[in-house]
T-cell receptor, first 115, second 114 residues
């Protein structure tokens, strides 16, 4: 089975621009979650989608948004980029949402640099 | 803010030695998972322990969970240089609404010297 695929792997954007990141989950997985990793704040939850519906949302401003398609692929968008948005963005896929046995499998991440 | 705390923040050992990392969390959980991360790359899933389990093994890994103390430990036996990485615990808490949301600890940087 192919793992979680995130594209692109690296991205450089200018302040004020917007960016869209893509995540293809493991085949058969219906839950996709997004996390931001920075040296200062560590790994922080952004949001989770399951069957095209947002199930959970972290404490991030409205500039961060996402969506999920019928094939479970997900995109996240950041508008009006700020320097502090520079981070490794990680996507995780799970076969189900929540529960005792729900393992989350991560992609290699997208390294976003805002200049 | 991070729910979990891990200690130590950094650990340096010799090949062949055992490495123990600890994780504490604050709320009730469904499960606790351990991940490894090499040099800012993706997270590799190591092991999941459910809230109704106390100990779990996978190869050279042994994980314990004490829900009364809200803590977990990861033991890596007979360590190898290739085990050098950052290790994170993540909890999936119990909530009134369904859904998954992992809360990560700050991580332990393990260095295994050849």
């Amino acid at each position: 089975k192919a793992g979680v695929t995130q594209t692109p792997r690296y991205l450089i954007k200018t302040r004020g621009q917007q960016v869209t990141l893509s995540c293809s989950p493991i085949s058969g997985h219906r839950s996709v979650s997004w996390y931001q990793q920075t040296p200062g704040q560590g790994l922080q939850f952004l949001f989770e989608y399951f069957s095209e519906t947002q199930r959970n949302k972290g404490n991030f401003p409205g500039r961060f948004s996402g969506r999920q398609f019928s094939n479970s692929r997900s995109e996240m968008n950041v508008s009006t980029l700020e320097l502090g948005d520079s981070a490794l963005y990680l996507c995780a896929s799970s076969p189900r949402t929540g529960g005792l046995n729900t393992e989350a499998f991560f992609g290699q991440g997208t390294r976003l640099t805002v200049v | 803010s991070q729910q979990g705390e891990e200690d130590p923040q950094a650990l340096s050992i010799q090949e062949g030695e055992n490495a123990t990392m600890n994780c504490s969390y604050k709320t009730s959980i469904n499960n606790l998972q351990w991940y490894r991360q090499n040099s800012g790359r993706g997270l590799v899933h190591l092991i999941l322990i459910r809230s109704n389990e106390r100990e779990k093994h996978s190869g050279r890994l042994r994980v314990t969970l004490d829900t009364s103390k809200k803590s977990s430990s990861l033991l890596i036996t007979a360590s190898r240089a290739a085990d050098t990485a950052s290790y994170f615990c993540a909890t999936d808490g119990r909530r009134e609404t369904s859904g998954s949301r992992l809360t990560f600890g700050e991580g332990t940087q393990l260095t295994v010297n050849p």
